[in-house]
């Protein structure tokens, strides 16, 4: 059998380091909800052999779900994309520039359908912060997310732990009251989709995915009509 997880931050060779049977462990990320993103990461080890990843891309297929093929190094490939937008927007907050809540507003009216911080407390700030600390562990520059990590464990040390539990970023139920955007909302805008442009670029460039793949995955990833190369 072909042992296929669905873990959105563990590479198979994680999970099977070595043996006969890691041949056949591969990463298959389904994107939630899955009925209505239709893109699957097939995430390959070393051990990973052909014949198992094209038995895999030809069970989602049969599925009819489209799926992208990525190495290990590379893997998980749209989360980090968001990580990085998730990134640049704390470190705008801290900076003072806008609140939480006046940066998702920001992020919904002029890049994506969800926001930066309340998609952490509906994932769990737990699990958010385990999958941060996975994709960013061979990083050179991983200080450059001690900031939002820190962040992350002081809400988990503070039983903020999202949605679920009632608090995360926000208190729930959620006040009706609308935040007022910040005066330079434009300009948090413009700055976040360089930032989300330049990482989709990058990524794609460094995981050797054709254009018209990574476009399709990027846009029902992010939920938007258009990807980031047309």
């Known amino acids: 059998a072909i042992f296929a997880s669905c873990s959105s931050s563990i590479n198979p060779s994680e999970m099977v380091p070595s043996g006969p049977r890691a041949e056949r462990f591969l990463g298959m990320h389904f994107f939630y909800p899955v009925a209505l993103v239709n893109v ?13 990843a094209e038995l895999a891309e030809r069970f989602l297929s049969q599925a009819g779900r489209r799926s992208i093929t990525l190495d ?11 990580l990085d937008v998730q990134n640049e927007g704390y ?14 507003l920001v992020v919904k009216e002029n890049l994506f359908p969800f926001g930066l911080f309340d998609f952490c407390d509906s994932v769990g700030i737990a699990t958010m912060r385990a999958a941060v600390a996975n994709y960013i562990r061979d990083y050179p520059h991983r200080d450059y997310f001690a900031g939002f990590i820190e962040k992350l464990d002081d809400l988990l040390q503070n039983g903020r732990t999202g949605t679920k539990a009632g608090a995360g970023f926000y208190d729930y139920p959620l006040a009706d009251s609308r935040p007022v955007l910040p ?7 413009a700055f976040l989709r360089q930032t989300w442009l330049s990482s989709c670029r990058r990524f794609t460039a460094t995981a050797r995915l054709p254009l018209d793949d990574a476009n399709h995955a990027i846009r029902e990833y992010f939920g938007l009509p258009d990807g980031p190369f047309g």
């Open 72 to 82: 290990e190094r590379n893997g998980f490939i749209l989360n980090r994309i968001f």
């Open 40 to 52: 699957v990461e097939l995430i390959v080890s070393p051990s990973t052999t052909l014949q198992t």
């Open 91 to 104: 470190r705008l907050v801290q900076s003072g520039r806008c609140t939480f809540q006046q940066m998702d």
């Open 183 to 189: 005066p330079d909302a434009a300009e948090l805008a």
